[in-house]
Nanobody, 129 residues
Framework: QVQLVESGGGLVQAGGSLRLSCAAS????????MGWFRQAPGKEREFVAA????????YYADAVKGRFTISRDNAKNTVYLQMSSLKAEDPAVYYC??????????????????????WGQGTQVTVSS
């Protein structure tokens, strides 16, 4: 049973930084891509960032490019999302996600929710102005 547990959310001032973590268990972590998504109230879940199994390919939504950094530590079975220069449009519940398959299926599946089969419970990020 794959389990994903996010942590690190909280309240931060605009312009500040937070680092989210997602601890994975239940299968060999290092074989699988990982992704971060977010969902604000009244909005659809949207892609934030993704990383391939080895960490040498990363993908970002335009809205966070240059401000957020995704990384992974395969020895710790953990993926991170370093968020900097947080803005008023960043508050949301942030979710970690993992695909069922370890096979590369194309970049589309890294950057869309239907490319992922397992989801964490989410962690709330709030930005104060």
């Amino acid at each position: 049973q794959v389990q994903l547990v996010e942590s690190g959310g909280g309240l931060v001032q605009a312009g500040g930084s937070l680092r989210l973590s997602c601890a994975a268990s239940g299968r060999p972590f290092s074989r699988y891509a990982m992704g971060w998504f977010r969902q604000a109230p009244g909005k659809e879940r949207e892609f934030v960032a993704a990383i391939n199994w080895s960490g040498d390919s990363t993908y970002y939504a335009d809205a966070v490019k240059g401000r957020f950094t995704i990384s992974r530590d395969n020895a710790k079975n953990t993926v991170y999302l370093q968020m900097s220069s947080l803005k008023a449009e960043d508050p949301a519940v942030y979710y970690c996600a993992a695909p069922e398959s370890a096979h590369y299926r194309g970049n589309y599946y890294y950057t869309h929710a239907d490319g992922y089969d397992y989801w964490g419970q989410g962690t709330q990020v709030t930005v104060s102005s």
